[in-house]
């Protein structure tokens, strides 16, 4: 990043000022946002790190020692499940030289030993072992402090298994944060109903790579008004009609409800249900948007995350995680056959979207686009997305 730059200098604050009006007069981001590579930059520190981004989910490391490296935008981050079994996220860094500590997925004995000089370090961060420092055969050094030389850890949080991390730890509480949509969310499910969710054994992941900048995806998902037309067999059986939308009032998620949700699929075989959740909703299913990277989805059955790894201005990773009510649907023979067949659906339906997200990509190197003109009645969970951004961009 130009550190002689100002976001004035890329962006002409117009353009984000009237990203803010009603709208009725609002255009979109303008372009720059989805094709400046100078423009990333402010979004890695303004977005990204100040905001609870997620990163991962706590299933992916389930026993002590198991770790997972993820790159934010360039920063090397390694997720650690201790031997407590907390989950704990470090920057990836040797405190000694600046070494990459961990490379890939992998099992680790009793340390996170550093493949240049063999410091090494708890899964708690904390530096243990640092060999020769005093010279050969002298692994301690009279004034070193090797409290002052631990693994940096990211303020982490882990809500219905998925990790969230603020890099600049000045973000709102996470309990603040996840509050508005765990409040709407209540009428479905308890907090002791949330400990129900179980990660699909099999059929419970996937990810494609997308040529498209990370906030298409958000921006498609905030809303139900391309389904006849991206969605058809979707439509078919939960029509544009049969939707609704979701606005929190603090800015932190949006998205659509679907009136007309049914178990899937022919047999006496269903999911578990969520125990509290009324029968008088049962139909009822929501999708948000829970701002800046992960799409949720939860039904009377099951639950899905969709979340963003931004690689570039016009390459994003799409994350797929797939979640059931208990142990048994989750993963045993006798639901196998429905959740290939419910992986299949919602597999399909995600690469439906990647058309859309993908020439919304190409359409912006058009010197003309304003940045969007939005429906009044059609868009609104969209441009409020739009104007989370640009809020948080002149913050």
């Not at 946002?33 to 402010?42: A, H, I, Q, S």
């Not at 996470?174 to 765990?182: A, R």
């Not at 390459?315 to 290939?340: C, M, N, P, W």
């Not at 979207?353 to 939005?374: K, L």
Request: charged letters at 25%; aromatic letters at 12%; a negative charge.
């Amino acid at each position: 990043m130009n550190l002689n730059k100002k976001l004035s200098d890329i962006l002409d604050p117009n353009k984000i000022e009237v990203v803010k009006n009603p709208i009725e007069k609002a255009h979109g981001l303008p372009n720059e946002c989805y094709l400046n590579n100078d423009y990333l930059e402010f979004e890695k520190e303004k977005i990204f790190k100040n905001n609870w981004t997620m990163i991962g989910v706590a299933s992916s490391v389930p026993n002590p020692g198991d770790a997972k490296p993820f790159n934010l935008l360039g920063i090397p981050i390694l997720i650690v499940r201790n031997k407590e079994n907390e989950v704990k996220v470090f920057h990836n860094v040797c405190s000694h030289r600046g070494f990459k500590l961990v490379d890939q997925e992998c099992k680790l004995k009793n340390v996170i030993r550093c493949p240049y000089h063999s410091w090494s370090y708890d899964f708690n961060g904390k530096l243990t072992v640092t060999p020769h420092i005093g010279g050969l055969g002298k692994h301690e050094v009279e004034g070193f402090d090797k409290n002052k030389s631990n693994l940096k850890e990211i303020k982490s949080n882990i809500w219905m298994d998925l990790i969230f991390i603020n890099i600049n730890s000045n973000a709102k509480p996470f309990e603040d944060f996840i509050k508005p949509l765990e409040d709407r969310w209540s009428k479905f499910i308890s907090k002791k109903d949330q400990k129900l969710i179980r990660h699909s054994t099999d059929n419970g992941y996937f990810n494609m790579t997308v040529n498209s900048n990370w906030k298409f995806a958000i921006e498609n998902y905030c809303e139900s008004y391309h389904l006849p037309w991206i969605h058809p067999e979707l439509n078919k059986v939960s029509n544009i009609s049969d939707h609704y939308h979701i606005e929190d009032e603090n800015f932190n998620f949006s998205g659509q409800g679907s009136n007309k949700y049914s178990q899937q699929f022919d047999g006496n075989i269903k999911f578990k249900c969520f125990p509290n959740w009324p029968t008088e909703l049962s139909e009822k299913s929501e999708y948000v948007s829970l701002y800046p990277n992960v799409m949720l989805g939860i039904h009377i059955d099951h639950f899905y995350a969709f979340w963003l790894e931004p690689i570039s201005n016009n390459q994003t990773k799409e994350h797929f995680e797939l979640y059931y009510v208990g142990d048994e649907s989750a993963s045993s023979d006798e639901f196998k056959d429905i959740r290939e067949k419910n992986f299949a659906f919602w597999q399909e339906v995600m690469n439906e979207d990647v058309t859309a997200i993908e020439g919304m990509q190409d359409g912006r190197n058009s010197p003309a686009y304003n940045g969007g003109n939005f429906s009044p009645v059609m868009d609104t969970p969209t441009l409020m997305f739009h104007k989370w951004v640009a809020t948080n961009l002149t913050k």
